[in-house]
């Protein structure tokens, strides 16, 4: 399974960004896909998922309310809308997608570098 994402950048607080996440290769028994992320010094974190059966979603806390995961099945893409930014959400942002059964298996895009100026 390979993920390509793309969207990342620049922009300042308040600010908002779309992250997208594509997937290709054998993505059959596709389970979710979602975002982490990872700030300097800090570990990585879930941010938001959703599943590929029902579409169910579920989001960190602190991206409650700003942050909005969606799919388009026919592309294998999600993506990420990220509004009112805040400086914290400064991070390299990883797509993930869970396959598999019944023991499933995480495979990671390259990361994409989203940095939100105060």
């Known amino acids: 399974v390979q993920l390509v994402e793309s969207g990342g950048g620049l922009v300042q607080a308040g600010g908002s960004l779309r992250l997208s996440c594509a997937a290709s290769g054998s993505t059959f028994n596709m389970r979710a896909m979602g975002w982490y992320r990872q700030a300097p010094g800090k570990q990585r974190e879930l941010v938001a998922q959703?599943?590929?059966?029902?579409?169910?979603?579920n989001y960190a806390d602190d991206v409650k309310g700003r942050f909005t995961i969606s799919r388009d099945n026919a592309k294998l893409t999600i993506y990420l809308q990220m509004n009112s930014l805040e400086p914290e959400d400064t991070a390299v942002y990883y797509c993930f997608a869970r396959l598999g059964y019944p023991i499933p298996i995480n495979y990671w895009g390259q990361g994409t570098q989203v940095t939100v100026s105060s």
């Open positions: 959703i599943t590929s059966a029902g579409g169910s979603t």
